[in-house]
Each structure stands twice: as structure tokens, then as C-alpha cells.
């Protein structure tokens, strides 16, 4: 652990504005730290690069070339792409996850919101056991938290089929075509609120308390003291739940995955774009079709959470 | 879909013979070979038959090889398979199940190394392998020579002109299952003909509320596949080279269509996704009173409605003109060899004594409870004469068997059912589930599967 103490010590030195005519050579006590600083990163360089770079360049690679079960490998240049945006399949999907976006996320993250400022107002009672009974949903693996919200949905033994003859109402039809996605969100939301308001609530722990006693001196309530201090003090956290669940929802995979067995008519090949991606690598056999749409997906993913930022940054200085 | 997740209840008898007939099973693959004498010219085999000399030298040299299949208990087999050859050592793998250890196998064939040296695959994915010359032709290893222990279109099944590219490990015919309970709640008889069935269908809903006579899923192709063969169509076809056939635009499949509109019209049929848990439990419960089903079905049921033993009974499927007899197949399984194996000798002879030689194909048939389309299980009297307490001291052994005989020859499938089937689901199959216009998703799922064909580089007929 020698790297803080010689910062300390040499940093001065090799300021610009002191360091004068030296400037150009480094020191050997600085080169020793600059070896040093790539031999700690270099593990995981390494890795990175085997594992999501040259994956990744690869992908870029296949997904330019057409390869037929008769007639073998040919390259297309940018066709695939060009199929893929007239592709009505993948297009569907674009915007069934971006209804899901729309309508999802602002209410999971508002409810996030919600429950982070109520716990750190400090007025709940048993609140780490509520913290944890609102975060422990996210620690349930999602193929079990989608197992389970697939038994609740059973449109003929779910519990919510029981109740609802127990009422004689007719029973809600959660797996069905107009309600999937829906149910769908429910899960989602369900899943993810605790995970975003641990973010949130961890950051506002972070806000210095003089400024809440400072807005009370002045007759702030607690409610304008959350909207006019508290929140846009953690604007930053905010706003990487909201990307992280942009990225979340675009990638949508492993829910309707598993309840594509419980609706495998519903749930089509195409449902989400990962969904179609996946099918149409591993039951169409085309790799370079499917390397394409899940790159123009990638593509996608970062203008939007691009645009969320830069929208974002624009209220922020307005 | 072959047999799946047979439980296991009667263990091994037969042990006895092992020993004994071990030795036969070098005997029995004598002369044989495929070609007729001279050297093979075009299709099919170009390569010698191997000679016993050669068979007994590659048994009794030191060999590993590594076999793919999702069988339970498919260790039984090898242990055999092992104690008969000695220095054969096979290093079993469950890859995952049918979809799933496709995937892996192409995966392994592209990257060139990791393909096992035996497989089991499904009748209907044979022509996908072969299509890119991935299996090994098993004609002269021995395998010609079982044609007459099979029944003729299961063998039609396994080849492409001369070329033998898998030993049948079981089938699965089709036939029906009824919960005679039930039945006899409702008055009824098991239909005999499609047009009784319905009938029976619409007895069945009033007679007992919240109970169907049957359930046709929108997620399984491949019975639906089965209902049509049973039919007399012959929807898919495939030269082996570069020429498919999709005809789904013919009256035996639009017959059988319009037939299950119209229950599913009536709501005379529930229309539930099968093998999940929904389904499973209709199936114990009383949701469903038949299941149109194939010879394995018989044993997965008692697995999965074990509570309902005794009340259910077997019976063909309903014919389309009184006194039809004919039958579909549903499912179903094969060993083949990777054309890439280093020894195919030893490979072939894994595939085919296993599922040919008495002692481990009575395993399966008895303790596995596999339908062995070979002669030495369909002509076993134990097999036969089994009466399961499940199906009220019925021998449905014997019933299917007789089915077996029943199945039309010349079914063929196209070289990428994976795609097929998929689009099944999302086309026909979501017609079914949502009880739309079910003409509209056959002509979509036809579309599908020609454009895709097209789009491979298929000459589309």
C-alpha cells in the first residue's frame, strides 16, 4: 500500500507548473508507480478484453457476412442490418419493450423514490426491518422470482384464480395476450424497486444534514424539503436508476423467457428483442442475422440512455 | 419430445443373460454389410462394409469414446455395453435435452473439436445433421442388416436412399388415453371415429361441468404433426441435397385443421399449453379426459397423474372413416455417429448393441420404459403381456405395439424442424391458443417456414 504515501509526497513534485524543466522524462519513482498502476489493472484488462471485447469485435465480424444452411458463407457488407430495420418481428418488440419502458419504469422508480424518502425520514417504525423486506425481493434469483409470479398467475390453480371463485368473479387473465405485459411489469417492478431504492435511499444518507436544518430555519416543511432539497440533491442517483432501468428494459430476457412455457402463444419468438436475438441465433441458425439485431439493439440502448442523460443535464443547468 | 423423465419403478430383471449373450452380439453382425457386392458408385454408401475381422479388432483394441444422450439412466446401457467390450470405455454425457443439445452439438461440429462420437437425436432433426454430411453413414457397420427387425416406416425413418444414419432407440405411435372414470360419468363410449369424438366431446361438457374430453395445446407441434401424419398428409419433404417440400395447403391437413376449429369454435376442447404445471395438473385432476398421445405417453402419464391410477385406459386414436386404422408418430429417438468420430467401428457398434442387443434393449424397454421398435422387445413375451395396475390390468404394451404397425411410410421432415416447430407456436399454434382462424395460421406457418427455406438457400417445392 505504498501508492497514497508516494502521491502525497512526490504528487508535488511532478505538478507541471513546479516540475519546470524535467517536465518531459518522469521520474523513476514515477514510472516505478505508472508500472505499477498497469500491473494492478492489467488482471483485469485481460479479462475484459477476452471476455467482452473480443467477443464483442467478433460479433461485429459475423454479423457482416450471410451464412445459408445451402450455399455456405457469404459477405453481405451491411444487409443484415438493413434487413433488420425493415424486420417487422424485431420491430414489435422495439415497441412492446418501449411501452414497457414508459409505463414501468417511471412507476417503479417513483415508488422506489417513495419508499427511500419515507425511510430516511426517519419516521417509520421497525424501519430496517422494512428496508430489508422492501430490498429482499431483489435478492431472490429472477428465475425464481418469475417461477413463483408464474404459479400466482395459474389462470386455473393460481391463488388469484382462487380468490376471485371464491368471490365468483371471473378469474383475472393474467397470461393472456392483452394482460402479459402487464403482468410482466408487476414482475419487474416487484423485483427491482428495492434494488433502486437502496441507490437512492444510500444517497440520500449522503446529504449533508446542515441543509435540512437550514431549510427548516427558513419554514420549510418535511414535504417541501424533500422536493426542493432532498431529491434534487441525489438527482445523480436518479438518474443512474433511470439509466440502469432503460438498459434493463431494452434487455428484457429471462421473464418472459420462463413464462414462455406457461404462454408459450402469447410469449412469441419475438417477444422482446434479446428474446428474438437468442431464437434467432440458436433455433434459426443465424448467427449473423442475430449478431446484427442484438448490435442495432446495443445501438439503440445507448441513444436512448444518451438522450435520457442529455435531457436530464439540460433541466439541471435550466 | 422423446419419453420424457421416465420414472423408474421395476429394476433390472434379466441380468442373468447378460454374460450369455454378450458374446452372441459379436456373432450376429457378421456378413451383412450394405453394399451389393462391387464398389459402391453413387448415393449412398462408398465405403466397404467392415469385416467381423475388422469389428473384432477395433472391440478388442483400447478405445474411449464419448455418447450424448438425455436418457435417464442411460448408464445401465454402458455398464452393459462395457462388460461385453472391455476395452471399450464410453464416457457418458447428458447435454441437455433435445433443442438444447442440438445447439450444443452444431456448436461443437462448427468449432471442430468437443462433438461427441455417438448421439441421440430425434427422428425429425436426423435430416438437419445429414444435410451437412455430419452423420455417419452406419449401413456398412452393420447396421443394414437390421432392417427386418423393424417395422417398415420406422426404417424409412433412419435412412436416405441406402444410408442408415441412426439405430432406432424408441417411437413413439400414436394412440388415445381415457380416463374411463369419466367416461362413464358422461354415458360414454371411447369414440372409435373423429366424428364420434365430437360427439363425445359435447356429452362430456354437459354431462360433467369443468371437464374436457380432451385438450389441444398450441405449443406442441409435434403432436399436432402427428394428428396430421395420422391423416395421410405429407406436409414436409427433403431430396437429402438442396430441394424441400412444404405442402400444407392439401386436404388432409386442412381436414384435420377445420376438425379442431370446430371444437375449439364449440369450446368443446380446452386449448391449454402442455407440459408446464397447469397442464400437469389437469391431467390429475380430472381437467382432461383423454390424451392423444404416443407409446410413451402411457408411463409419463403415471408419473404425472400417479393419483389417478386405474381409472385410465388405452385405446387408438379415433380414425377418420370407420374401420381406418392408420396412426401418426409422436416423438421418439435415435443413437447416430458423427461422421467426425476417430473410431467409427467402435462408435457404430455402441450405437446399435445397445439398442439391438437383447440384454440392454429389454433394459430399456422394461426398466427404462422406452418403446424399442426392434423385434427382440415388440416380440417379447414380458413385454407384451405387461398388464400396469395404472391402466386397470390393460396390456397396452400390446396395444401400441399393434399401433406400430399402423403408421404411415413415407413421412418426411424437413432439414430444419427446429425452425418449423418454432414457428408452429407463433403462427398456427397461437390460432389454436387464442381460438382464432386457425386456415389464416396454417397459411402463415407455411409462409413462415418457405420464406425461411428460401432465405437458406432451399429450392422451396
Given at each position: 500500500?505504498?501508492?497514497p504515501?508516494?502521491?502525497?509526497?512526490?504528487?508535488?513534485?511532478?505538478?507541471?507548473?513546479r516540475?519546470g524543466?524535467r517536465?518531459?522524462?518522469?521520474s523513476?519513482?514515477?514510472?516505478?508507480?505508472?508500472?505499477?498502476?498497469?500491473?494492478?489493472?492489467?488482471?483485469?484488462?485481460v479479462?475484459?478484453?477476452?471476455?467482452?471485447?473480443?467477443?464483442?469485435?467478433?460479433?461485429?465480424?459475423?454479423?457482416l457476412?450471410?451464412?445459408?444452411?445451402?450455399?455456405?458463407?457469404s459477405?453481405?457488407?451491411?444487409?443484415?442490418?438493413?434487413?433488420?430495420?425493415?424486420?417487422?418481428a424485431?420491430?414489435?418488440?422495439?415497441l412492446r419493450?418501449?411501452?414497457?419502458?414508459?409505463?414501468?419504469?417511471?412507476?417503479?422508480?417513483?415508488?422506489?423514490?417513495?419508499?427511500?424518502?419515507?425511510?430516511?425520514s426517519?419516521?417509520?417504525?421497525?424501519q430496517?426491518?422494512?428496508?430489508?423486506?422492501?430490498?429482499?425481493p431483489?435478492?431472490?434469483?429472477?428465475?425464481?422470482?418469475?417461477?413463483?409470479?408464474?404459479?400466482?398467475?395459474g389462470?386455473?390453480?393460481g391463488?388469484?384464480?382462487?380468490?376471485?371463485?371464491?368471490?365468483?368473479?371471473?378469474?383475472?387473465?393474467?397470461?393472456?395476450?392483452?394482460w402479459?405485459?402487464?403482468?410482466?411489469?408487476?414482475i419487474?417492478?416487484w423485483?427491482?424497486?428495492?434494488y433502486?431504492m437502496?441507490?437512492?435511499?444510500?444517497?440520500l444518507r449522503?446529504?449533508p444534514?446542515?441543509?435540512?436544518?437550514?431549510?427548516r430555519?427558513?419554514?420549510?416543511?418535511?414535504l417541501?424539503?424533500?422536493?426542493?432539497?432532498?431529491?434534487?440533491?441525489?438527482r445523480?442517483?436518479?438518474?443512474?436508476?433511470?439509466i440502469f432501468?432503460?438498459?434493463?428494459s431494452?434487455?428484457?430476457?429471462?421473464?418472459?423467457?420462463?413464462?414462455?412455457?406457461l404462454a408459450?402463444?402469447?410469449?412469441?419468438?419475438?417477444?422482446?428483442?434479446?428474446?428474438?436475438?437468442y431464437?434467432?441465433?440458436?433455433t434459426?441458425?443465424?448467427?449473423?442475422?442475430?449478431?446484427?439485431?442484438a448490435?442495432?439493439?446495443?445501438?439503440?440502448?445507448?441513444?436512448?440512455?444518451?438522450?435520457?442523460q442529455?435531457t436530464?443535464?439540460?433541466r439541471?443547468?435550466? | 419430445?422423446?419419453?420424457?423423465?421416465?420414472?423408474?419403478?421395476?429394476?433390472s430383471?434379466?441380468?442373468a443373460?447378460?454374460?450369455?449373450?454378450?458374446?452372441?452380439?459379436?456373432?450376429l453382425?457378421?456378413?451383412?454389410?450394405?453394399?451389393?457386392g462391387?464398389?459402391?458408385d453413387?448415393?449412398?454408401?462408398?465405403?466397404?462394409?467392415?469385416?467381423?475381422?475388422?469389428?473384432?479388432?477395433a472391440?478388442?483394441?483400447?478405445?474411449?469414446?464419448?455418447?450424448?444422450?438425455?436418457?435417464?439412466?442411460?448408464q445401465k446401457?454402458?455398464?452393459?455395453?462395457?462388460?461385453?467390450f472391455?476395452?471399450?470405455?464410453?464416457?457418458?454425457?447428458?447435454?441437455?435435452q433435445?433443442?438444447?443439445?442440438?445447439t450444443k452439438?452444431?456448436?461443437?461440429?462448427?468449432?471442430?473439436?468437443?462433438?461427441?462420437?455417438?448421439?441421440q437425436?430425434?427422428?425429425?432433426?436426423?435430416p438437419s445433421?445429414?444435410l451437412?454430411?455430419?452423420?455417419?453413414?452406419?449401413?456398412?457397420?452393420?447396421?443394414?442388416?437390421?432392417q427386418?427387425s423393424?417395422?417398415?416406416?420406422?426404417?424409412e425413418?433412419?435412412?436416405?436412399?441406402d444410408?442408415?444414419?441412426?439405430?432406432?432407440?424408441?417411437?413413439?405411435?400414436?394412440g388415445?388415453?381415457?380416463?374411463?372414470?369419466?367416461?362413464?360419468?358422461?354415458?360414454?363410449?371411447?369414440?372409435?371415429?373423429?366424428a364420434?369424438?365430437?360427439?363425445?366431446?359435447?356429452t362430456?361438457?354437459?354431462?360433467?361441468?369443468?371437464t374436457?374430453?380432451?385438450?389441444m395445446?398450441?405449443?406442441?407441434?409435434?403432436?399436432?404433426?402427428?394428428?396430421?401424419?395420422?391423416?395421410?398428409?405429407?406436409?414436409?419433404?427433403?431430396?437429402g441435397?438442396?430441394?424441400v417440400?412444404?405442402?400444407?395447403?392439401?386436404p388432409?391437413?386442412?381436414?384435420?385443421?377445420?376438425?379442431?376449429q370446430?371444437?375449439?369454435?364449440?369450446?368443446?376442447?380446452?386449448?391449454d399449453?402442455?407440459?408446464?404445471?397447469?397442464?400437469?395438473?389437469?391431467?390429475?385432476?380430472?381437467?382432461?379426459?383423454?390424451?392423444?398421445?404416443?407409446?410413451?405417453?402411457?408411463?409419463?402419464?403415471q408419473?404425472?397423474?400417479?393419483?389417478?391410477s386405474?381409472?385410465?385406459?388405452?385405446?387408438?386414436?379415433?380414425?377418420?372413416?370407420?374401420?381406418?386404422?392408420?396412426?401418426?408418430?409422436?416423438g421418439?429417438?435415435?443413437?447416430?455417429v458423427?461422421?467426425?468420430t476417430?473410431?467409427?467401428?467402435?462408435?457404430?457398434?455402441?450405437?446399435?448393441?445397445?439398442?439391438?442387443?437383447?440384454e440392454?434393449?429389454?433394459?430399456?424397454a422394461?426398466d427404462?420404459?422406452?418403446?424399442?421398435?426392434?423385434d427382440?422387445?415388440l416380440?417379447d413375451?414380458?413385454f407384451?403381456?405387461?398388464?400396469?395396475?395404472f391402466?386397470?390390468?390393460?396390456?397396452v404394451?400390446?396395444?401400441?405395439?399393434?399401433?406400430?404397425?399402423?403408421?404411415?411410410?413415407?413421412f418426411?421432415?424437413?432439414?430444419?424442424?427446429?425452425?418449423?416447430y418454432?414457428?408452429?407456436?407463433?403462427?398456427?399454434?397461437?390460432?389454436?391458443?387464442?381460438?382464432?382462424?386457425?386456415?389464416?395460421?396454417?397459411?402463415?406457418?407455411?409462409d413462415?417456414?418457405?420464406?425461411?427455406?428460401?432465405?437458406?438457400?432451399?429450392?422451396?417445392?
Amino acid at each position: 500500500m505504498t501508492a497514497p504515501t508516494t502521491t502525497g509526497s512526490a504528487g508535488g513534485a511532478t505538478a507541471p507548473g513546479r516540475a519546470g524543466p524535467r517536465r518531459r522524462g518522469h521520474s523513476p519513482a514515477v514510472r516505478r508507480q505508472h508500472r505499477a498502476a498497469y500491473l494492478l489493472v492489467a488482471p483485469f484488462m485481460v479479462v475484459f478484453a477476452a471476455m467482452l471485447v473480443v467477443p464483442l469485435v467478433y460479433a461485429a465480424y459475423l454479423s457482416l457476412f450471410r451464412e445459408q444452411l445451402v450455399g455456405g458463407r457469404s459477405f453481405v457488407g451491411l444487409a443484415n442490418y438493413a434487413r433488420a430495420l425493415g424486420d417487422s418481428a424485431f420491430g414489435e418488440g422495439v415497441l412492446r419493450v418501449s411501452l414497457f419502458l414508459v409505463i414501468q419504469v417511471p412507476i417503479m422508480l417513483g415508488l422506489a423514490l417513495l419508499f427511500a424518502l419515507a425511510l430516511d425520514s426517519g419516521r417509520l417504525y421497525a424501519q430496517r426491518f422494512v428496508r430489508l423486506s422492501i430490498f429482499l425481493p431483489y435478492a431472490v434469483p429472477s428465475v425464481v422470482a418469475t417461477l413463483m409470479w408464474g404459479y400466482l398467475y395459474g389462470p386455473d390453480f393460481g391463488p388469484f384464480t382462487q380468490i376471485a371463485e371464491g368471490l365468483s368473479l371471473p378469474a383475472p387473465p393474467f397470461l393472456s395476450s392483452g394482460w402479459m405485459l402487464g403482468s410482466l411489469m408487476n414482475i419487474l417492478t416487484w423485483e427491482f424497486i428495492g434494488y433502486n431504492m437502496i441507490i437512492m435511499f444510500a444517497a440520500l444518507r449522503a446529504v449533508p444534514a446542515d441543509l435540512y436544518e437550514a431549510a427548516r430555519m427558513d419554514g420549510a416543511g418535511e414535504l417541501r424539503i424533500a422536493w426542493s432539497i432532498k431529491i434534487p440533491a441525489i438527482r445523480s442517483a436518479i438518474l443512474l436508476t433511470v439509466i440502469f432501468s432503460v438498459i434493463g428494459s431494452y434487455q428484457l430476457f429471462n421473464e418472459p423467457n420462463l413464462l414462455q412455457t406457461l404462454a408459450p402463444n402469447v410469449i412469441d419468438s419475438a417477444y422482446t428483442p434479446n428474446l428474438y436475438a437468442y431464437n434467432l441465433a440458436f433455433t434459426s441458425q443465424d448467427l449473423n442475422y442475430a449478431a446484427a439485431v442484438a448490435f442495432l439493439l446495443a445501438a439503440g440502448i445507448a441513444v436512448v440512455s444518451y438522450v435520457v442523460q442529455l435531457t436530464s443535464q439540460r433541466r439541471a443547468r435550466s | 419430445m422423446t419419453a420424457p423423465r421416465t420414472p423408474l419403478r421395476s429394476r433390472s430383471r434379466g441380468r442373468a443373460l447378460a454374460a450369455a449373450l454378450a458374446g452372441t452380439a459379436l456373432v450376429l453382425s457378421a456378413c451383412g454389410g450394405g453394399g451389393d457386392g462391387g464398389g459402391g458408385d453413387d448415393a449412398g454408401s462408398d465405403v466397404e462394409p467392415v469385416t467381423q475381422e475388422q469389428i473384432d479388432e477395433a472391440m478388442s483394441t483400447p478405445t474411449e469414446l464419448t455418447f450424448w444422450t438425455w436418457l435417464p439412466d442411460a448408464q445401465k446401457e454402458v455398464d452393459q455395453f462395457e462388460a461385453a467390450f472391455p476395452e471399450i470405455s464410453v464416457n457418458l454425457v447428458n447435454a441437455g435435452q433435445g433443442l438444447d443439445q442440438y445447439t450444443k452439438l452444431r456448436t461443437a461440429i462448427r468449432a471442430g473439436e468437443g462433438a461427441p462420437d455417438v448421439v441421440q437425436i430425434e427422428y425429425q432433426y436426423l435430416p438437419s445433421f445429414t444435410l451437412n454430411g455430419d452423420l455417419l453413414d452406419l449401413g456398412p457397420y452393420g447396421a443394414s442388416e437390421l432392417q427386418d427387425s423393424y417395422p417398415e416406416w420406422v426404417w424409412e425413418q433412419i435412412t436416405e436412399g441406402d444410408a442408415v444414419y441412426g439405430i432406432p432407440q424408441d417411437i413413439g405411435p400414436m394412440g388415445s388415453l381415457y380416463r374411463q372414470d369419466l367416461l362413464d360419468q358422461a354415458g360414454i363410449e371411447a369414440p372409435t371415429t373423429w366424428a364420434d369424438f365430437e360427439e363425445a366431446a359435447r356429452t362430456m361438457k354437459e354431462a360433467v361441468p369443468g371437464t374436457y374430453l380432451t385438450n389441444m395445446p398450441g405449443n406442441d407441434p409435434g403432436q399436432f404433426v402427428g394428428l396430421l401424419w395420422q391423416n395421410g398428409a405429407k406436409p414436409f419433404g427433403f431430396d437429402g441435397d438442396q430441394t424441400v417440400t412444404i405442402d400444407l395447403d392439401t386436404p388432409e391437413v386442412t381436414e384435420v385443421v377445420d376438425y379442431w376449429q370446430g371444437l375449439i369454435d364449440e369450446d368443446l376442447v380446452s386449448t391449454d399449453a402442455d407440459f408446464n404445471d397447469q397442464w400437469y395438473q389437469g391431467l390429475a385432476n380430472g381437467k382432461y379426459a383423454s390424451w392423444q398421445t404416443a407409446a410413451w405417453g402411457p408411463v409419463f402419464l403415471q408419473g404425472t397423474a400417479g393419483n389417478t391410477s386405474g381409472l385410465w385406459r388405452a385405446a387408438p386414436l379415433p380414425a377418420w372413416e370407420e374401420g381406418d386404422t392408420a396412426t401418426g408418430n409422436w416423438g421418439g429417438s435415435t443413437d447416430a455417429v458423427l461422421s467426425s468420430t476417430e473410431n467409427p467401428i467402435a462408435a457404430a457398434q455402441l450405437a446399435k448393441w445397445i439398442n439391438t442387443d437383447p440384454e440392454p434393449a429389454l433394459t430399456l424397454a422394461l426398466d427404462q420404459f422406452l418403446f424399442v421398435p426392434h423385434d427382440v422387445v415388440l416380440e417379447d413375451q414380458e413385454f407384451l403381456d405387461a398388464a400396469p395396475e395404472f391402466f386397470g390390468g390393460q396390456q397396452v404394451n400390446k396395444l401400441y405395439s399393434e399401433l406400430t404397425t399402423e403408421v404411415d411410410t413415407d413421412f418426411g421432415w424437413l432439414p430444419f424442424m427446429d425452425y418449423v416447430y418454432n414457428s408452429f407456436n407463433d403462427t398456427l399454434g397461437t390460432a389454436i391458443d387464442e381460438g382464432g382462424d386457425m386456415e389464416a395460421g396454417l397459411a402463415a406457418w407455411e409462409d413462415d417456414i418457405t420464406s425461411y427455406a428460401e432465405q437458406q438457400g432451399f429450392t422451396v417445392q
